[in-house]
């Protein structure tokens, strides 16, 4: 129903705008402030770079920054200050537009430098709350006592099915960590189009809608997307209505927001599934912006939809099942117990492998994952039965195993020690 919780992933990254630009407001900091000016341990591969990046180039995607903490911010949950700046040093950015979770991660912390309150908190008492959006959390763990909840889809081999893990606590992040619901929704949307409702001011609404990183060309025949506002990404809507959008999405959920910020019109759209159902709330939400603004129906965009839709089925129904469990492979070097253990990595966390029932298992601190064999000794550790695969192996040293071997694709690999 209309009060049924769902996650809303990197929809998120507009709130958490929202907070900082309260706080600018507030004068309790600047947009062009550096970013090491509130965050002295903020440093990357380049240093001269780092110092020149402000909170307005992180607000716009300015900066180009990316890195593996993301992995650790979204899906293991082993993050740490010290492990998120560790990683964070060796980054070497693009300092290209590019739309990243890391800016909005550090934005995060940039509101507990400034106000003394993690960014969960501070939403909640300083945007959630004069807003009435009292079913709006960052806490998973408020799900214990509330039945009102969309349970996240994954699209497995064998169809529809329960999502093989759900956030929790610790993946929730300022770059994609909220709750919500669809009735707090459309009163988020009336902050942004009543030009703050009293939240914010109306000079930073406008600020937030206006192209503050440009994208080199302007596509799409519908919404022309011309690049980032503050966060939001921004540009025309068919006739070049002014247009503002976001969207997120994460295993077992998909969200879409939009507005026409000239009628006052917007839809948001929470799913419980990703794969198509992104595809799906892109459709519905134009269908009802046309519906607002009083274009035509666009009957061949659904059924372009629908056709694609019908193309993933049937590719998922050709999908044959994974590969033997390392176990069952054959191919390991020793037998499946002695593979058993805790694997440390100071900067990535533990994984946990476990030898039950006949089969190996795998926890990332707290992502559990499906094992492969790809190899002798070594695995693909897949999110679901459905799912690509992260490459890794088994470091074998004479009768024991020494470590596990991950390709985060990233310049180098990452080893994690036995404890």
Not at 328 to 344: C, W
Request: hydrophobic share 40%; no cysteine.
């Amino acid at each position: 129903d209309i009060d049924t919780r769902y996650y809303i992933a990197s929809i998120t990254k507009t709130m958490t705008a929202a907070a900082i630009l309260q706080l600018a407001e507030q004068g309790k900091l600047n947009l062009s402030d550096p970013v090491q000016k509130h965050l002295p341990r903020f440093a990357l591969a380049d240093s001269a770079f780092a110092a020149k990046v402000t909170i307005a180039d992180l607000l716009s995607h300015k900066p180009g920054i990316n890195g593996d903490m993301v992995m650790l911010d979204a899906y293991t949950g082993g993050i740490t200050e010290d492990r998120f700046y560790g990683i964070l040093a060796k980054v070497e950015p693009t300092k290209e537009i590019d739309y990243s979770n890391v800016h909005y991660t550090i934005l995060g912390r940039v509101i507990k430098a400034v106000s003394g309150l993690g960014w969960k908190d501070y939403l909640a008492k300083n945007i959630f709350q004069p807003s009435g959006m009292d079913r709006t959390t960052a806490y998973i763990s408020a799900l214990h006592d509330d039945p009102n909840w969309a349970i996240p889809v994954a699209m497995g081999i064998h169809g529809a099915e329960a999502a093989p893990y759900m956030k929790t606590d610790a993946t929730m992040h300022a770059a994609g960590g909220l709750m919500t619901t669809p009735r707090d929704m459309a009163k988020y949307l009336s902050l942004w189009l009543s030009e703050g409702a009293g939240i914010l001011k109306p000079e930073s609404v406008r600020q937030a809608f206006t192209p503050q990183a440009k994208f080199p060309e302007v596509n799409g025949s519908i919404r022309k997307v011309a690049g980032f506002g503050h966060a939001w990404q921004v540009g025309g809507y068919r006739d070049e209505r002014r247009f503002a959008a976001h969207g997120g999405g994460y295993t077992g959920y998909s969200s879409y927001v939009a507005m026409l910020p000239d009628g006052k019109s917007g839809v948001a759209v929470l799913i419980n599934t990703g794969s198509v159902g992104s595809g799906f709330g892109t459709v519905v939400a134009i269908d009802i912006l046309d519906r607002l603004a009083g274009y035509p129906i666009d009957e061949k965009l659904r059924e372009s939809y629908v056709q694609r839709g019908g193309q993933f089925i049937q590719m998922m129904a050709q999908r044959k099942p994974l590969s033997p469990n390392p176990a069952l492979s054959g191919q390991l070097t020793l037998e499946p117990a002695a593979y058993e253990g805790v694997y440390h990595n100071d900067l990535f966390g533990d994984i946990t492998v476990s030898y039950v029932g006949g089969l190996l298992s795998l926890n990332w601190d707290d992502l559990p994952q499906i094992m492969v064999s790809t190899g002798q000794d070594a695995f693909a550790a897949h999110d679901n039965d459905a799912g690509s695969g992260t490459p890794a192996k088994f470091l074998i040293s004479g009768d024991s195993v020494a470590g596990i071997e991950v390709d985060l694709e990233g310049p180098e690999k990452i080893v994690f020690r036995r404890k």
